[in-house]
């Protein structure tokens, strides 16, 4: 019991640092994107405005193929 209780709470170096590298390089993709947000707002909300009407086109066709079954 006890060889077992060491062997969990000591991992695999190799395993860690792979963690650890995915978790930092997970926080600079979510603070570089913060960031680009933050930049480019304006064009941001310009590609949601041109959106809309894609989407709601999409919208109106799927509801169309279930109205039809």
């Keep these: 019991m006890a060889e077992e209780t060491k062997k969990e709470c000591c991992a695999e170096p190799k395993k860690v640092f792979s963690t ?17 947000i933050l930049k480019w707002w304006e064009a941001l909300l310009l590609i949601v405005k041109g959106s809309i009407g894609l989407f709601l086109l999409l919208a109106g066709v799927i509801t169309l193929a279930i109205a039809k079954e």
């Design 20 to 36: 650890i590298l995915k978790v930092i390089l997970g926080l600079v993709f979510l603070v570089l994107g913060c960031l680009a």
